[in-house]
């Protein structure tokens, strides 16, 4: 079973990586873009290319992507915990 420990230093990981990863440019007529691994919400405001850009505003299928990948770091970091544990229990 999967500690609530693991889940709360996973969120807060993956919430603290989201926000180092995110551009917020587009006050500045840039594009504002949020997440991590992949970018599920995207902003453009004024003057920009889209370019590459096609897809602006929330992206499902990105931000499903991101919460698996949120649940593959927890799974796996718990299972360091546990095995952690059960070194010292040993030692």
Known sequence: MIKKKAIWLGLTIWIIITVVFST????SDGFTSVGFPLHFYSYIEGKVALGS??????ILTNF?????ALLAFIILFSIFLLNRRKQLKTS
């Not at 850009?53 to 929330?58: H, L, S």
């Not at 499903?64 to 698996?68: M, S, T």
């Open 53 to 58: 850009w096609t897809e602006v505003g929330f």
């Open 64 to 68: 499903l992507i991101d919460f698996i």
């Open 24 to 27: 917020v440019d587009a006050p």
